[in-house]
């Protein structure tokens, strides 16, 4: 009788850690994660300096230069203004085209600048000043300007060229308006500046229209040391 007793409650022990072992229900999802933040773009980083000028650069340049401007129609019938800064000098000529000789009523210049660097072989686009008054800013003040423009090749945004090539003097019909002002020259330093224009009728230039031409000049000049009075 005890046993059976027994029995009877290992069973129902053994029916209870039966019924208490069955899996629970599954819990509630968790929460998503927090989506990482994109990192920040750094800063772009600082130009270089510009290097030096070449050797030569400075010698080539230091005496000045001559700004010339034209404006009217192309060839093809397109208008057109442009205007380009010619600074280079040609040190192996500048006695004979970068000087003043000062006379006793007379101021006398021959300036010449290049596009680009001179070469002996091969010069490219250059132009070249004449001017000389006589009894300067007297009421009977003469001027006489001269106008050389040499293989000057102009090239346009459309991808196009065209050289031009032109003498003009003031003495001839076929300028006009022709004006020189500002003109100022420091005889201390041999700086020379002023301004020049004057139009060409179509007759007269490469572009076979009207054409109106400009310059400022603001160069340094030298002097032949055979001209200076003594």
């Not at 409650?9 to 039966?18: D, P, Q, R, T, Y």
């Not at 130009?47 to 030096?52: E, H, K, R, S």
């Not at 080539?60 to 397109?78: C, H, V, W």
């Not at 008054?133 to 090749?153: A, C, H, K, Q």
Request: net charge negative; hydrophobic share 35%; charged share 25%.
């Amino acid at each position: 009788m005890k046993n059976f007793f027994l029995r009877t409650i290992v069973i129902c022990a053994l029916g209870l850690l039966s019924a208490n072992c069955e899996d629970g229900d599954i819990g509630p999802a968790g929460q998503d994660g927090i989506v990482g933040i994109d990192g920040v773009d750094g800063t772009d980083g600082i130009n270089g300096t510009n290097g030096q000028n070449g050797v030569g650069f400075d010698e080539l340049t230091k005496f000045g230069s001559i700004t010339l401007t034209l404006e009217g129609t192309r060839p093809d019938n397109i208008p057109f203004t442009k205007t380009d800064e010619f600074k280079f000098t040609s040190v192996e000529d500048i006695d004979r085209d970068n000087n003043v000789e000062i006379g006793e009523n007379t101021l006398d210049f021959k300036i010449e600048r290049n596009l680009s660097v001179p070469d002996s072989d091969f010069v490219g686009s250059r132009i070249k000043i004449f001017l000389e008054f006589t009894n300067p800013g007297e009421v009977d003040e003469i001027i006489e300007f001269e106008l050389s423009v040499d293989d000057y090749t102009m090239i346009f945004d459309d991808l196009t060229y065209f050289g031009f090539n032109g003498d003009f003097n003031n003495n001839r019909t076929e300028i006009t308006n022709f004006s020189v002002t500002n003109f100022n020259f420091i005889n201390e330093t041999n700086t020379v500046t002023f301004s020049f224009s004057f139009d060409v009728d179509a007759a007269n230039n490469d572009t076979g229209n009207d054409l109106a031409i400009s310059g400022e000049v603001n160069v340094i000049v030298v002097e032949d040391i055979d001209d200076i009075e003594l």
